[in-house]
């Protein structure tokens, strides 16, 4: 019984990580993102409005902007491994992350990120 429940556990261990993909964009408060006004059209990356939103050490509750505008948030795992980046990379504005994981509901649940 013990060996069925190890097999189980191994191939649905196996199914997660096959559904797996790789996101990437701008590094943003997602708490932040979440109340602010949607950029206007044409905003320019690096202007006011698009960096409204950048991440401090402060920032608790992280997420991936991608290129169309949609904001991913980070499940908890992500968001420690996001503000241990931001930490090493303070004072730098404009942060871009790579992270690999799945969907699940509105949420990445993140199994890697490399932010840069």
Same mark, same amino acid.
């Given at each position: 019984?013990?060996?069925? !429940?190890? %097999?189980?556990?191994?191939?649905c261990l &196996? *199914?997660?990580?096959?559904? $797996?993909?790789?996101? +990437?964009?701008r590094? @943003?408060?997602?708490?932040?993102?979440?109340?602010? !006004?949607? %950029?206007a059209?044409?905003a320019?990356? &690096? *202007?006011q409005?698009a960096? $409204?939103?950048?991440? +401090?050490?402060?920032? @608790?509750?992280?997420?991936?902007?991608?290129?169309?505008?949609k904001?991913?948030k980070?499940?908890s795992? &992500?968001?420690?491994?996001a503000a241990?980046?931001?930490?090493?990379?303070?004072?730098?504005t404009?942060?871009q992350a790579?992270?690999?994981?799945?969907?699940?509901?509105?949420t990445?649940?993140v199994?890697s990120?490399?932010?840069k």
């Amino acid at each position: 019984m013990k060996m069925i !429940a190890k %097999a189980v556990s191994v191939l649905c261990l &196996g *199914s997660v990580l096959c559904l $797996a993909e790789t996101y +990437s964009g701008r590094v @943003v408060d997602a708490a932040c993102k979440a109340q602010a !006004a949607p %950029a206007a059209p044409g905003a320019q990356p &690096g *202007s006011q409005q698009a960096n $409204a939103c950048e991440p +401090s050490a402060s920032t @608790v509750s992280f997420g991936i902007e991608m290129q169309d505008g949609k904001v991913l948030k980070l499940d908890s795992a &992500g968001n420690s491994k996001a503000a241990e980046a931001v930490k090493g990379n303070a004072g730098k504005t404009g942060l871009q992350a790579t992270v690999t994981g799945s969907m699940e509901g509105q949420t990445l649940k993140v199994e890697s990120i490399d932010i840069k």
